[in-house]
């Protein structure tokens, strides 16, 4: 008899293990719940704005909650897919707008036209949308955007002897100022290197290389989304990777989060960020406004200093028209002077996406980004497709090849056009 | 009214209770495994997952893919190389702090506590500390590494050179392994009977003998196992991987285990990420039966 206790016992444990299953929630049918993806609820500096955004948004619509759904910056992509695999798709993603592509290819990402109004999108910048396109259809709204610019410490120049007020304007004049300023030692007597370009292991840093490519004029991929490296630009852009570390001016396989570390600490003289990576070095060190000045993007050989145009956006997800309807409502209302003016002005120096924010004083003159303004203008978008991010990724691996793998640039180069090439033929 | 006894043979008990076993297994692994390995022979996306559609087959093309890329051989040099330096340097200074614990002496039991630290510390954390401490600019190691050469050696970049990026990422397994491995050997040390290292000693057997003996035969089980685990263990590594080199420099530390989460979480291809996925099961499977099949333990009943 005990036996048979005891089988019974296994064969409810059985069933309860099989058939258990969560309740539920239960919803207030009244109100809409926005689900929002937003890696930088995670990050210092955002937190309050997010939660800002959230209260001032409920307060105005009290028929609509937001829900966020946050991950770490490498996560989220993940977090986003995982969950519409589940059948639990989130309406937005704050998202990079490289991470366009990938979104549009799974089928989560919806036409920006499919949601918003006619009247909001006709105040977006025409040319900065073209770089949205898949298609011809806008597939990422952008809050804010901003070519790679050059930061530097105004400080360091002036103790190499250099006029704090005259960055360079080429990779040539670059060079010139760089023999000066890693000559200098900061006040530890660590060395300061001259010139940072990330070439680490992540997509942010091939894009960041992309953008290099540009300044020499030359391209990745074509118009129709095809690899296109057999120009001149391309290879002089990595031949000065190879000069920049082998004349020890850059530091090795950086991050950008290890470029604005060294910037923020004095030990490094100008590298290439977003514009709104300023932020995370003033995290580091509240003095950075005082020394850091932005100069556009540097020309280099038969380039004009084109930079890659580089945006923080939305991409909506289509779940159905009251949904829809609330995501417009944020979308507009995040994308606003009102909410956007003093976070550009004062949290993230970037340039506004729309055309009834181009006077804004605050931000057109904002101290930081004043020496690049112009550069927002020369900027190309790379065309999209699915494979964005594994492109950038050999970027990386090229770059680091002609750095810490010592390989020459023409054998790094036939590698890389083999492994690119591989990649989009999936 | 008749009682009935109801009466189960001691097969059919045995049976149903293996039940709720087997169907975890079959729900949690067996299942996954036979879908991944499906998915290995098929283009399949996130556009898959997210609309609920299968995947197309495309024979073997994924794998095919990966050779012609050079990625298999190269993530399994680097996960083989990995696997048999961390192992060998893991048994012998994991047997050298076992014995040298295993004798009383003044602070032993405060040490034996203290040395689990690292394996406490959770994985991804290990990683970053070791990052922070290899960091080329402002690290620790440089620091260090500096001060010991008599400022010779400047320009300590562990991680950036792809010559020494995966002796970077093995160091950091071994602060985390070494502790588990001490602790399983000093378990096992402590049951080698006195009488017969005794009984060894009076028959002028000296320390070396002894160890190779008596103390080793005894500890055999134990080092099958502790080693077994730490293969696999190293295997399988992959957030120290992640967190330190994320595979760079140049590729010199990508493992299956990077491979598999680029293929298939970065590139968004899921099929050929279960294609490394497979192949990396099927080699891991090989080694660790060559290691249960060629490592004899000693009976010393």
């Given at each position: 008899m005990k036996k048979v206790i005891y089988v019974l016992l296994v064969l409810l444990s059985c069933t309860i293990t099989l058939f258990a299953s969560g309740q539920k929630e239960g919803n207030d049918s009244s109100k809409v719940v926005l689900k929002v993806a937003n890696y930088a609820l995670l990050e210092s500096g955002y937190e309050q704005f997010w939660k800002d955004v959230e209260t001032n948004f409920e307060s105005k619509n009290p028929n609509i909650d937001i829900e966020w759904v946050s991950a770490p910056y490498g996560e989220i992509m993940n977090q986003v897919i995982n969950m519409a695999g589940g059948g639990d798709k989130v309406d937005c993603i704050f998202s990079e707008i490289d991470w366009i592509p990938g979104f549009e290819d799974a089928g989560l990402a919806a036409p920006i036209e499919d949601i918003l109004p006619q009247s909001f999108i006709n105040d977006l910048y025409p040319d900065v949308m073209k770089a949205f396109e898949i298609d011809g259809s806008a597939y990422g709204v952008p809050l804010y955007i901003s070519p790679y610019v050059l930061y530097y410490n105004k400080t360091l120049f002036e103790q190499a002897g250099l006029d704090p007020n005259t960055p360079p304007k080429t990779y040539d004049e670059m060079l010139m100022m760089a023999k000066k300023l890693s000559q200098l030692k900061d006040s530890n007597g660590n060395k300061v290197y001259a010139f940072g370009q990330t070439t680490a292991s992540v997509p942010v840093s091939g894009s960041s290389v992309n953008a290099m490519i540009f300044n020499f004029g030359?391209?990745?991929?074509d118009d129709n989304g095809k690899l296109a490296v057999d120009n001149d630009g391309f290879k002089k852009a990595i031949n000065m990777l190879k000069t920049l570390d082998d004349l020890s001016y850059n530091p090795q396989n950086a991050k950008l989060k290890d470029l604005r570390n060294l910037f923020a600490l004095g030990q490094l003289a100008m590298y290439y960020d977003q514009s709104w990576g300023f932020n995370g070095v003033r995290t580091i060190n509240p003095d950075a406004e005082n020394f850091t000045a932005s100069a556009a993007p540097l020309v280099g050989a038969n380039g004009s200093g084109q930079s890659l145009l580089q945006s923080h956006c939305f991409i909506l997800v289509d779940n159905g028209e009251q949904r829809k309807e609330a995501l417009s409502k944020f979308v507009q209302y995040v994308i606003s002077e009102d909410v956007l003016a003093d976070y550009l002005s004062n949290l993230t120096p970037a340039y506004p996406a729309i055309k009834s924010m181009a006077n804004l004083d605050s931000i057109n003159n904002n101290p930081v980004l004043k020496g690049a303004a112009q550069s927002a203008s020369n900027v190309k978008a790379q065309p999209f497709i699915p494979q964005l991010k594994d492109i950038n990724l050999e970027l990386c691996t090229l770059a680091q090849a002609v750095t810490v793998g010592d390989e020459s640039v023409s054998t790094a180069i036939e590698k890389f056009k083999n492994r690119a090439q591989s990649k989009l033929s999936e | 009214m008749k009682k009935h006894d109801i009466k189960l043979s001691d097969n059919s008990y045995s049976f149903v209770l293996t039940i709720p076993a087997t169907i975890l297994t079959a729900i949690f692994i067996i299942v996954p495994i036979i879908q991944s390995l499906i998915m290995s022979f098929q283009k399949y996306g996130v556009k898959n997952i997210i609309s609920g559609k299968p995947g197309t087959w495309n024979n073997l093309r994924n794998y095919i893919k990966l050779f012609e890329a050079n990625q298999i051989p190269e993530a399994a040099y680097h996960t083989l190389w990995f696997v048999l330096f961390v192992i060998i340097l893991q048994f012998i200074i994991g047997m050298a702090l076992a014995l040298v614990l295993n004798r009383e002496f003044k602070g032993s039991r405060f040490i034996r506590s203290i040395m689990m630290t690292p394996w406490v510390v959770p994985t991804v954390i290990s990683g970053l500390i070791w990052m922070w401490l290899f960091q080329?600019?402002?690290?620790f190691a440089k620091y260090f590494i500096s001060i010991i050469s008599f400022g010779n050696i400047n320009d300590l970049a562990i991680l950036n050179n792809p010559e020494t990026a995966l002796g970077g990422i093995a160091i950091a397994a071994l602060w985390k392994q070494i502790p588990l491995t001490t602790l399983l050997l000093l378990a096992g040390l402590q049951n080698v009977p006195n009488s017969s290292l005794e009984a060894a000693t009076i028959d002028g057997a000296g320390e070396v003998r002894k160890f190779v003996s008596i103390v080793l035969p005894y500890l055999s089980p134990v080092i099958k196992i502790a080693m077994s685990m730490s293969i696999i263990e190293n295997f399988k590594q992959f957030p120290l991987f992640w967190t330190m080199t994320g595979g760079g420099p140049n590729g010199a530390t990508t493992n299956f285990a990077i491979l598999s989460y680029r293929e298939a979480f970065v590139s968004m291809n899921l099929g050929s990420g279960a294609a490394v996925t497979t192949i990396w099961m099927l080699m891991m499977i090989i080694i660790v039966g060559i290691y249960q099949k060629s490592f004899k333990v000693q009976d010393m009943s």
């Open positions: 030359g391209t990745v991929l | 080329p600019q402002y690290g």
